[in-house]
């Protein structure tokens, strides 16, 4: 859907698959793929290093405790960099080339800049005048982290037509920057834990054991904006390039049974993700148990 291949282009218009391995050469999957493996990794080590800073601080299962944080720790820093790079990395320059109008918008680039490209690190999107607002920006930062050169000129929203543009572009440039902004937080937060754990230090540092038990949550969130980010990205095609958004609604399914089924998916998440929540925060409550 971001970057089709292995397909056909009918007489009647219709495009059909002809080759299914050419899925996996296709320069966007292992990229995405080990960018999302690599999340997970991160999101699994902030959990564990959380519980064992919960146990720590509560003075209970002590011993599990500083096991669960030391292992999540170590593989929460190398996950923590490998999100960025060469994971990250590689998938934003898969952006940069299959789709660079998508990354004029997630970095809020409204005009091309000659003479290299800045990065952003806070502003807002002002559609109307088309340009960022409060902007807080590094020079030339952002055309070396994409081309490793100072001056590489980046593509901005002027130079596409704006039938092409992403639907939501502030939805798109906010999901990136928290994504961004939430992983340079998760690895600094990652190094300073591990330089604490070779000074031996971890398990007395109060504002590591709190930071980390606080930035639980903080992963999940950072996934669901990456997703966003991808998703929003994409638009108005569903299947880039080839199928528009609004080509891809089916003429047998009326909106009241999309709504009906967006309600029923809804509820049934909702209550298990209820159901969850209860079930595993009885089982930390409870601790580990050892079989003697």
């Avoid at 590689?90 to 409204?110: D, R, S």
């Avoid at 070396?144 to 039938?163: C, S």
Wanted: proline share 5%; hydrophobic share 45%.
């Amino acid at each position: 859907m971001q970057n089709p291949v292995g397909y056909e282009i009918l007489a009647n218009g219709k495009f059909v698959l002809n080759n299914f391995s050419a899925l996996f050469s296709n320069p966007w999957l292992w990229p995405s793929y080990l960018h999302n493996q690599a999340a997970s990794l991160v999101t699994s080590s902030f959990v564990v290093a959380g519980i064992g800073a919960l146990y720590l601080l509560n003075k209970k299962h002590v011993e599990f405790g500083k096991l669960f944080l030391k292992t999540g720790v170590i593989f929460g820093v190398i996950a923590s960099i490998l999100v960025a790079f060469p994971t990250g990395d590689l998938a934003a320059k898969n952006v940069v080339k299959y789709q660079p109008i998508t990354f004029a918008a997630m970095e809020g680039i409204f005009e091309t800049e000659k003479g290299g490209s800045e990065i952003v690190l806070i502003g807002q999107p002002n559609m109307l005048e088309k340009k960022l607002d409060n902007k807080i920006a590094v020079p030339n930062i952002l055309s070396f982290l994409t081309y490793q050169e100072w001056n590489a000129e980046i593509k901005g929203l002027n130079e596409f037509d704006e039938k092409n543009y992403p639907t939501n572009i502030p939805g798109l440039y906010y999901a990136y920057h928290i994504m961004v902004g939430l992983g340079t937080i998760f690895i600094a937060l990652m190094l300073a834990s591990i330089i604490q754990l070779f000074r031996k230090k971890l398990y007395q540092t109060k504002w590591v054991l709190w930071s980390l038990l606080f930035m639980i949550p903080f992963p999940y969130i950072a996934n669901t904006t990456g997703w966003y980010t991808a998703e929003l990205g994409r638009q108005p095609w569903l299947v880039y390039n080839l199928l528009r958004t609004s080509a891809g609604a089916s003429p047998t399914v009326s909106s009241g049974n999309t709504l009906f089924t967006l309600l029923g998916f809804v509820g049934l998440y909702l209550l298990l993700g209820m159901l969850f929540l209860i079930l595993v925060g009885k089982i930390i409550n409870k601790g580990p148990q050892t079989t003697r």
